[in-house]
């Protein structure tokens, strides 16, 4: 019995020897020459961190497979390399699955549980749009969508609105969307009356001097919001006088998650729009999807010649 314990010892130890073997740590040296190419490459910060896995066998003759890391905070991204087996050459390498659809398993991402919605519930085309009621851009690109595009595809779209407040320039944005799902909450019209208006009136709430007549401003639609509605009065209040924020800081995480910085993004069945692009770029992206989705995309106004251009001749 004690003959058949060595001996599995013996196995396991050469087994555990084996697995260490076929997955070398990257020497120190070779870290850092290789961090040195990437830092200046990528022209990443100092404050970045890059840590690197373990070799790993490659389907690529003579070269490893490397993991690059890069953290800054709570923040990581990986990125894969190829290195190889004589230390002399890095490849950035990307592997691409294509029997998956990333703009579906991005889509699958993205909670729009209980969010108010414009346009066709049962529509084959989603568009997301990552909102901030201060933005400027943001107003633009409402004005965008709304009415003219939401009229334009009838049907064919469905529009979800989520949080992305930028907290750190735009002082009175998370206080907005907190109002915004207090209305949501009781009414989807009442909330996307107020997205309306909020982005149609931007300037009357800067024009409210100081943080604490902005938040009295916002309160002050909101509630006019409520009353043109029907909603209960006393819940509204309750909501407005509690601040709670967990919705409108889920959905920054998860914008985050989504590599957002900034705003409006907004994703069409998964393809992203970065800023307040020019309509025929939504309209584009929207016509994209729909005929992927094996749907007509609607017929689109004449797009005027620009100043200078002359017209067709008949």
Known sequence: MAFFRRAFLVLVMICLGCSAQSTPAVAPDMALRIERQVRQYYEIPTEVKLDFSPLRPSDFPNYDSLTITLQNGEKKKQYEFLLSKDDKTLIRFTRFDLT???????????????????????????????????????????????????????????????????????????????????????????????????????????????????????????????????????????????????????SVHEG?????????????NGEKLDGAVPINEVRAALDRALLAAGVQPPPHPAVPPAAGTPSASK
């Not at 979800?160 to 907190?178: G, Q």
Request: aromatic fraction near 10%; proline fraction near 4%.
């Open 100 to 250: 998956k659809d990333p703009y579906a398993d991005l889509m699958k991402k993205i909670n729009v549980s209980g969010r108010p919605t414009r346009g066709n519930k049962d529509a084959k085309v989603v568009a997301v749009n990552y909102d901030d009621f201060e933005c400027p851009f943001c107003s633009r690109m409402h004005q965008t969508l709304f009415p003219g595009l939401l009229k334009e595809y009838g049907d064919r779209v469905l529009f979800i609105y989520k949080d992305f407040p930028l907290a750190e320039i735009h002082p009175w944005a998370t206080h907005a969307a907190v109002d915004a799902n207090c209305l949501a909450a009781q009414s989807s019209d009442a909330f996307w009356s107020f997205a309306d208006y909020i982005h149609s009136n931007q300037a009357l709430v800067n024009a409210a001097k100081g943080h604490e007549n902005q938040m009295v401003a916002l309160d002050g639609i909101t509630l006019q919001q409520g009353q043109h509605y029907n909603l209960d009065a006393t819940k509204l209040q309750a909501c407005i006088k509690a601040q709670n924020d967990d919705i409108v800081k889920a």
């Open 256 to 268: 985050e998650s989504l590599g957002i910085d900034a705003t409006p993004t907004m994703f069409i």
